[in-house]
């Protein structure tokens, strides 16, 4: 595959990660924040997120299988998830903290045990989704082009 | 590190650290950033570095609290997350108004009211909800400005 045909489908496939709600405007401002001075600035804070989440999945996880559930642990795990997440524009990760955190207010058990499969899920999601992305940008680069920017005109 | 001409609340003298927004304004605020989460604090750094301001980050509150003793005229400005394990950002606010006179602002997911309120009161001179954008980071050199012309006075 040429390299024009390798940036056609990168340009697709992320434009549609935001129109199915997987990243939000924030993740352009990373992409923005990448420069020749720093240009594996959007794969290491990517990793960063993914790998840092993934251990406050299994903290979150630890903490709901507990038999007097620390609801105050559980609130500030998904809080610094519902952060990070937002902060790197996994807007569908964001969003399932959000309501992961009125489920901890109301102590609810069984409603948070939904809450941690639905955060998981979203996380593996996207989680997918960014690996293929940069493996794609991985292989322009590697072919000699250029990472195309996207433009969101909707 | 820098000879520092005494009382930080003095702003008319500059050492020859001291950002006085003269030449190259705002570039080169000197900026301390603590967030325990390392995903924001490596966006947050970028974000900072990208509006040419100095950064110095922190992932730990107790931390940040003996930098910003040891090396007191070094720093312009404060940005810190509220909710983090050891110290949370009211507690280094307070310890921060109390001992220096540096602007802080802080930061957090967590945008309750009441939340907000606590920040506000008891000092913060801003309180930014996650995710922030580069745009509103460039504009906190505003926040020293005001607190040295408030100073003096």
């Known amino acids: 595959m040429e390299v024009g045909q390798m940036q056609r489908r990168l340009v697709d496939y992320t434009k549609s990660l935001f129109m199915e709600g997987f990243l939000d405007a924030q993740f352009l401002q990373l992409q923005q924040l990448q420069d020749e001075s720093n240009p594996d600035f959007v ?20 903490a709901l299988d507990q038999p007097n559930v620390d609801f105050k642990k559980v609130d500030a795990h998904v809080h610094q998830l519902k952060g990070s997440s937002s902060s790197i524009g996994a807007q569908r990760v964001k969003n399932a903290c959000i309501a992961f955190r009125s489920f901890c207010e109301e102590q609810n058990i069984d409603a948070t045990l939904r809450c941690l499969q639905q955060v ?14 940069l493996r794609l940008e991985q292989q322009i680069v590697a072919a000699g082009g250029s990472i ?6 909707f | 590190m820098n000879p520092s001409n005494g009382n930080g609340s003095m702003s008319t003298a500059s050492s020859s650290g001291a950002w006085d ?14 967030d325990d989460d390392p ?6 750094e970028k974000m900072l570095k990208a509006c040419l301001y100095q950064v110095t980050k922190c992932n730990k509150a107790e ?21 983090m394990p050891d110290m949370d950002g009211f507690e280094l606010l307070k310890h921060i108004t109390s001992e220096m006179d540096l602007p802080v ?12 309120m606590e920040g506000v009161t008891y000092g913060a ?16 050199w505003q926040h020293v400005v005001r607190k040295k012309a408030r100073n003096t006075v």
Do not use: W
């Open chain 2, 39 to 44: 995903t924001c604090l490596m966006i947050f």
């Open chain 2, 21 to 34: 927004g003269r030449d190259q304004f705002p570039a080169g605020l000197r900026v301390l950033v603590v």
């Open chain 1, 43 to 62: 794969v290491e804070v990517v990793s960063l997120f993914l790998d840092d989440s993934e251990k406050l999945l299994n903290d979150l996880t630890m």
């Open chain 2, 63 to 83: 931390t940040a609290l003996s930098v910003l003793r040891e090396h007191k005229n070094e720093f312009d400005i404060v940005i810190s997350d509220v909710h």
């Open chain 1, 120 to 133: 998981k899920q979203e996380y593996y999601l996207v989680k997918n989704k960014l690996e293929t992305m």
């Open chain 2, 125 to 140: 001179c801003d309180y930014l909800i996650k995710p922030v954008r580069i745009e509103t980071l460039k504009n906190i």
């Open chain 2, 105 to 116: 602002i802080l930061i957090s997911a967590d945008a309750r009211k009441q939340v907000v």
């Open chain 1, 148 to 153: 195309p920017m996207i433009e969101l005109g």
